[in-house]
């Protein structure tokens, strides 16, 4: 068997060929069926790189979770060419930057998306775009035009070393980097969650996370690994598409962030029904969600990851209530993982990226002595992880040290709360103070009165609030995690109507 990620669906086709591959609001593709519309896509995309061929160039895809996104991306592969897959939601503004930093020979697209035309967008790019000879829409089916009779094959087998995507983070500041990663992590990735989930042929996962995120990506490709099917719905603000595709489909396994299975034990409980397990990442989560999950039948296991290296550590079925409610798990096969003096976590082993497309060097403050810095507090004890917050947002108030991160779990003890975000603003008198962001339960009745007197009878008196907003929903990024930059200019700019202390 090939350790490549395309070998994963040859591999996948060869035992499973009949059995669905992707199931799609109600569309169904086969497993021999989604190969079969990889590689015509990959013959167009052969016949409109010319004699230069695109072994080792970048494809960019652009596309909602849909067969659009896995054909194009697969397609990259079979030619030898290193995919950069992008999250519809992006923007003009968000493409000119990341596709400048990539510089891809190609890119695959919907025609337009949620109102927005790529299509044009991208005409109006190109000019700025030097290394782009051809743009190929697709629908979001996947289908393409039908070229068996060109006699293009394949032009590339990669090694497993070699880079198979270029993976652009979420993050809210900064110039776009684009992650280098390998076959080998992918397909090594998959397989640990294709095991550590006991999956099967016959099982179904819900997948919103999107693919063109690694947590996403990984979900996918694991599913496939199994020869099980991927329920593919669109990450968006409205929970219809979800509901439809866990009442018509039946899964069996759902993966999302804590802020997508809090929604549903919060509003549609019954939804979850005959999900046996998950993966939950992108946010900590809070122990009392991942008991009633357990309570309702669905085990939901945290993970920990980053798009620099994968998924790192993970909890495992079998493991004592006690550690997979606080912990995200014991570090994945291949990872070393240690806690530096200034608590960060660090990591190294062969999945960590080597650096960025397009830098000459690894990044100084990323990588220190061979261990890359994940920017995570952290604490391992006994080999279990509990992730404590993030560095960059400690938070000092009046000279006393504030990690979000546990005024965000405290608060989420309320039995009202849903959502909860907690980050610092300045303060003449005290240098920093808290600001908490809270959606409520739908239904329940909740103050920010009454909540910064249950935060006060729960920790000390600096780690309570100075304000709290009430909120009908958290900003989040593509990945489902707070969209920190947007609460922090909502608290310098003010919320009008918010209910706010």
């Known amino acids: ?254 993966h999302g962030s804590p802020t997508l299975f809090a929604s549903l034990l919060g509003s549609r409980p019954e939804a979850l029904d005959g999900i046996r397990s998950g993966l939950v990442a992108g946010a900590p989560s809070p122990s009392a969600m991942l008991e009633r999950l357990a309570a309702h039948g669905l085990l939901a296991l945290n993970v920990y990851g980053l798009t620099e290296a994968g998924a790192v550590s993970s909890c495992r079925l079998d493991d004592p209530p006690a550690v997979r409610l606080t912990t995200v798990g014991r570090a994945l096969p291949g990872f070393e993982l240690r806690v530096a003096n200034d608590g960060v976590l660090e990591l190294r082993g062969p999945a960590v990226t080597p650096g960025y497309f397009g830098r000459s060097a690894p990044d100084v403050d990323a990588f220190v002595d061979g261990w890359f810095r994940t920017g995570d507090l952290a604490t391992i004890e006994g080999g279990y992880v509990r992730i404590v917050g993030r560095a960059k947002d400690v938070v000092q108030v009046g000279g006393f040290t504030v990690v979000p991160a546990e005024v965000e779990a405290v608060l989420l003890e309320h039995p009202d709360v849903l959502e909860a975000a907690v980050l610092g603003r300045p303060s003449e008198r005290m240098g920093e103070v808290l600001e908490a962001f809270v959606v409520a339960r739908p239904g329940a009745v909740l103050t920010s009165i009454d909540l910064l007197r249950f935060a006060r009878s729960r920790v000390a008196g600096y780690k309570v609030p100075y304000a709290l907003r009430m909120l009908p929903s958290l900003p989040v990024l593509a990945s489902g995690k707070p969209d920190r930059r947007r609460l922090r200019n909502l608290a310098a700019a003010g919320s009008a109507g918010s209910d706010d202390v």
Request: charged content about 20%.
């Open 1 to 254: 068997m090939t350790d490549t990620v395309g070998g994963l669906l040859d591999s996948a086709v060869d035992e499973h060929a009949d059995r669905p591959a992707l199931l799609w609001q109600g569309a169904e593709l086969a497993y021999a069926e989604l190969r079969q519309q990889v590689v015509v896509l990959a013959k167009r995309l052969e016949r409109s790189a010319g004699p230069a061929g695109l072994v080792g160039q970048r494809i960019a895809i652009i596309a909602p979770n849909s067969p659009a996104l896995a054909v194009a991306t697969f397609a990259a592969w079979r030619v030898g060419a290193v995919a950069v897959p992008l999250t519809a939601r992006l923007r003009e503004w968000e493409l000119e930057r990341i596709l400048g930093d990539a510089e891809p020979t190609a890119v695959v697209c919907v025609a337009s998306h949620g109102g927005y035309s790529f299509a044009e967008a991208l005409e109006r790019l190109s000019p700025g775009l030097p290394t782009l000879r051809s743009c190929l829409l697709a629908g979001p089916a996947g289908e393409v035009e039908d070229e068996r009779r060109s006699g293009a094959t394949r032009v590339s087998e990669p090694l497993a070393a070699e880079v198979a995507a270029l993976l652009y983070s979420s993050g809210t500041t900064g110039a776009p980097r684009g992650a280098l990663v390998s076959h080998a992590r992918e397909v090594n990735g998959a397989r640990a969650f294709r095991d550590l989930l006991e999956l099967k042929a016959d099982d179904r996962a819900v997948l919103i996370v999107p693919i063109s995120h690694a947590f996403g990506l990984t979900c996918f490709l694991a599913t496939l690994a199994a020869g099980a099917a991927v329920v593919l719905v669109e990450s968006t603000f409205s929970p219809g598409p979800l509901l439809r595709a866990l009442e018509e489909r039946r899964p069996t396994l759902l």
